[in-house]
């Protein structure tokens, strides 16, 4: 089975960028939905970008449009989350999820889940 493990949150100023990444014990040839996934204390889970591993399918949410890019590298079974002019509320837990299957970006959709990693944007 596919374990994810994602690296690269921290502490940011507004304005500022980081890069998450999301690292998959391997992605066999099945078209993956890979996404990212955030919650802030209180709120719902959101789907902020997800795409697909072979056929190369991009969503990203009306709120990270524009600031966000997500890209692939699969010969080091990887999923990035390039994150620019970072906002206070961009704060929440970013979780990396996959499915080995073409879904919608949403987090019942996807099935195998990373642990998290906190990104905290401040004012």
């Known amino acids: 089975e596919v374990e994810l493990v994602e690296s690269g949150g921290g502490l940011v100023q507004a304005g500022g960028s980081l890069r998450l990444s999301c690292a998959a014990s391997?992605?066999?040839?099945?078209?993956?939905?890979v996404g990212w996934f955030r919650q802030a204390p209180g709120k719902e889970r959101e789907g902020v970008s997800c795409l697909t591993t072979r056929s190369g399918h991009t969503y990203y949410s009306d709120s990270v449009k524009g600031r966000f890019t997500i890209s692939s590298d699969l010969a080091k079974n990887t999923v990035y989350l390039q994150m620019n002019s970072l906002k206070p509320e961009d704060t929440a837990v970013y979780y990396c999820?996959?499915?080995?299957?073409?879904?919608?970006?949403?987090?019942?959709?996807?099935?195998?889940w990373g642990q998290g990693s906190l990104v905290t944007v401040s004012s």
């Open positions: 999820a996959a499915d080995p299957r073409m879904v919608p970006c949403d987090h019942e959709y996807l099935d195998i």
């Open positions: 391997v992605f066999t040839t099945d078209d993956y939905t």
